[in-house]
């Protein structure tokens, strides 16, 4: 296994949770599964071409390479080596393809697996529209939103039991005699948790987003009309972060009706909050009144991947887990294995990805350039084969040729 990282410098955290980015950070990568290979084969040089061009050779990535999923498998027996863990901890930053989740049984989600054991709380998805990519709506381009998905909490907790298991019937035997709770026969039972710890610190992050980036607001999307002592709670808890923690920048949507005539004051970010389902109407009819979502983790599921199709699907959707020791920054997409080894499956999500993470490591004009060069390459109608099937004229291209245009494109 290739490791090239170990002549650089590691990344640092100081006392107030900043990192600390050397000239020749070790960066940790993990290639993925199924098509995995082939959109790192793409993404890399196109991460190192920027970053060169953007520092005229004064800042380089000392790539450090990472054991997980079926090659980890083979090579150790286990998808996720602990080593692994310890090197992304290490690392504190890191870059990872799409790896294997099973369906039904078996291995758990090694996506998820991560997340709870780094505690990545954030899932982040910036949702925005490149010219030209085609897309399902009429004004994709009114999408640019970004998601904050908590990530660690919720029905993607794991604490599940199989229907007609013995933890099953004893957890409905509990609820039966002590709550008077009668559930289906043989029915299998999943717990939902949502805390105000986990809330406060989603909404914290997303707020301080808001707020250093100027964006208008930030929207709570809950189920809290059903759900009220989960989902109602976060949204509870997240209006009482904002009044402790942000009362000089942040106003709630009442406020702006009540006190300031339906105007939010310039420089003030305004908090207010969806019902789920509505939310998902709003996207597609009001796109341009949000720009900051935080979300329990299954509705941010739901939301994110239902937003990335209003802009051209998955294949250009990046994405990142962060927390308040490490960030791991992925693909959105799966596996798709039945392209594994072909050259052929987009690689805009893992590149926007790398992108993002190089904007973390506060070089933004490096991630800049990626995004810039991307837009002008689809522009140019230089696609893989997913976005050229759907465009007019569009000059088909493989997943590494796509890099290879993204870095030509830069000049």
């Not at 986990?198 to 809950?222: C, K, M």
């Not at 989902?231 to 106003?251: D, S």
């Not at 998955?314 to 791991?328: K, R």
Request: aromatic share 6%; with cysteine.
């Amino acid at each position: 296994m290739e490791q090239t990282g170990c002549g650089g410098e590691w990344v640092s955290l100081d006392s107030r949770g900043a990192l600390t980015v050397p000239a020749n950070p070790n960066i940790g990568f993990i290639e993925g599964d199924g098509s995995g290979p082939d959109i790192w084969t793409a993404t890399r040089p196109v991460l190192d071409a920027a970053v060169f061009k953007s520092y005229a050779g004064k800042r380089k990535i000392n790539w450090l390479e990472l054991a997980a999923g079926e090659r980890a498998v083979k090579e150790t027996g286990d998808p996720l080596p602990e080593k692994t863990i310890e090197l992304i901890r290490k690392c504190v930053v890191a870059i990872k393809g799409p790896l294997t989740t099973p369906v039904g049984k078996g291995m758990r989600s090694l996506n998820v697996t991560l997340r709870r054991i780094l505690d990545l709380y954030a899932c982040i998805r910036p949702v925005r529209y490149f010219p030209g990519i085609p897309s399902p709506v009429r004004h994709p381009e009114r999408v640019d939103m970004v998601v904050f998905r908590e990530n660690t909490e919720d029905v993607y907790a794991g604490i599940e039991w199989e229907s007609g298991s013995s933890e099953a019937e004893l957890f409905a035997r509990l609820l039966r005699d002590n709550f008077k709770v009668s559930l289906p026969a043989e029915a299998g039972i999943g717990i939902k948790p949502i805390s105000p710890g986990g809330t406060r610190r989603l909404v914290r992050r997303a707020l301080a987003h808001a707020v250093r980036r100027g964006l208008p607001s930030v929207t709570l999307v809950h189920k809290g009309n059903i759900m009220k002592y989960t989902e109602g709670a976060f949204r509870k808890w997240g209006y009482e972060l904002a009044r402790e923690e942000f009362a000089q920048t942040v106003v709630t949507e009442d406020e702006v009706r009540e006190k300031f005539g339906g105007k939010a004051p310039a420089g003030k970010v305004v908090i207010k909050d969806r019902i789920a389902d509505s939310m998902f109407q709003q996207v597609l009819l009001r796109p341009e009144e949000y720009s900051v979502i935080a979300t329990p983790n299954l509705n941010g599921d739901y939301l994110s991947d239902a937003l990335a199709a209003q802009v051209g699907g998955l294949g250009m959707a990046p994405g990142a887990n962060i927390g308040d020791l490490a960030a791991v920054f992925e693909a959105t997409h799966g596996t798709a294995p039945k392209y594994a080894g072909l050259d052929k499956v987009n690689p805009g999500s893992l590149i926007l990805s790398g992108a993002m993470m190089l904007d973390h490591l506060g070089w933004g004009e490096a991630a800049k350039l990626i995004e810039e060069a991307l837009e002008r390459t689809v522009a140019d109608r230089i696609v893989t084969y997913d976005l050229a099937r759907q465009m007019k004229g569009a000059k088909e291209v493989g997943c590494s040729s796509f890099g290879v245009a993204i870095i030509e494109h830069m000049n």
